[in-house]
């Protein structure tokens, strides 16, 4: 030992190369770590945005098999009902097959009466025809299913390269600092969920309807929604359950100071809107000039949306009770077991959907049973949620 640290003493070391040789490995691995921090986030969000093997393999085998069965018409014994104002008209803008399956299916299990209800759901070209086989081949009691290619409408404004890009309803993933009566401020995250550019389409593409009520395609309904058919809104255009937990005060970064700040923020999911209103006020082209000017700064097509959106509506939002729906299921782990059994309407608005692995699995449960397992094509993609 003794000639051993004789020999480490005959070779001194600079206490400076220590120094410099630590401070490369720690510059080196915080490199590291932040690499693999950056490529988490990217695998993770590339997991919410793709559609799901299983989905995918269902989405091509209804297609096929829609090609490959006998010309038939579709929608011939319910057509009547696509136009009359009296009856209870529904509006889906999807493009999976198994979500908007789960919102009609979970509307009419729990409404009183079927046979009053028209369901219209709008998708792209590409998923048009297995929408269109699913509702044909899956029967919901009474209720009309009728699936419209938004691509195809031919429509006095229509702007097909926007409605090919931004169609399904907006969520915009805001941060801001939150005091909650603390000495301490935290940031908290929220998804403002809002109509896209071809919600505003409404109006043109329902000429006949007086009132429709909009449901998103992450939304499962536990109550009958028939008492908004009868609410008197007192003028205003759009009856939404507003988020009061975000005052668009808080988001000046995002929205500017053209806003009153103690405003809650709305949210669609659950929307009564009254489109005989809509008409006279022309919000179509109130939103589309809004868009023109929003669009002449700098900001993402989600910003621009989120900004036009809540100007258009702003003083014509008529309040829901919050009882009619409960949002957070996407993004919130901390969701109250007991408000989720009281609400109306359940909204899975946030990354983590119901129908992916990365759902939060105490609330995929909720989902799921309104899926028709037993189906063949579920079987045969292996869809198994």
Known sequence: MEATIARAKSFPVECNNVDKKLRQIFDMTEDEANFHMKQSAFLYQLAVQTMPKSFHCLSMRLTVECFKSPSVDMEHSQADKY???????YVIFSNNVLASSVVINSTVIHARESKNLVFHVLTDGQNYFAMKLWFFRNTFKE??????????????????????????????????????????????????SIFSHAHYLLPEIFPSLKKVVVLDDDVVVQKDLSALW??????????????????????????????????????????????VRWRE???????????????????????????ASLLTFQDQIY????????????????????????A?????????????????????????????????FLSECNVNS
């Open 143 to 192: 209720a009309a299913v009728r699936v419209l290619n938004i691509e195809q409408l031919n429509l006095k404004y229509h702007d097909k390269s926007t409605l090919l890009h931004l169609y399904l309803p907006v969520e915009f993933r805001v941060a801001f600092h939150s005091v909650d009566n603390k000495p301490t401020t935290h940031d908290r995250t929220q998804y403002i």
């Open 319 to 342: 309040a829901l009770d919050g009882a009619w729906a409960l949002s957070g299921l996407g993004h919130d782990y901390g969701v109250d077991i007991q408000a989720i059994k009281k």
């Open 83 to 89: 136009s009359d104002p009296i009856l209870h008209h």
């Open 344 to 376: 109306a309407v359940l909204h899975y608005n946030g990354n983590m959907k119901p129908w992916l692995e990365l759902g939060i699995p105490r609330y995929r449960l909720y989902w799921k049973k309104f899926l028709n397992l037993e189906d063949r």
């Open 230 to 275: 009868n609410l008197n809104m007192v003028g205003k255009v759009n009856g939404a359950v507003q988020l009061c937990s975000v005052r668009l005060g808080q988001l000046k970064n995002y929205l500017g100071d053209s806003f009153e700040k103690n405003s809650c923020a709305w949210m669609s999911g659950l929307n009564i809107v009254d489109l």
């Open 281 to 307: 006020l022309d919000l179509t082209e109130t939103y589309r000039r809004l868009v023109r000017q929003v669009s002449l700064g700098e900001g993402s097509t989600e910003a621009i949306a989120l900004h």
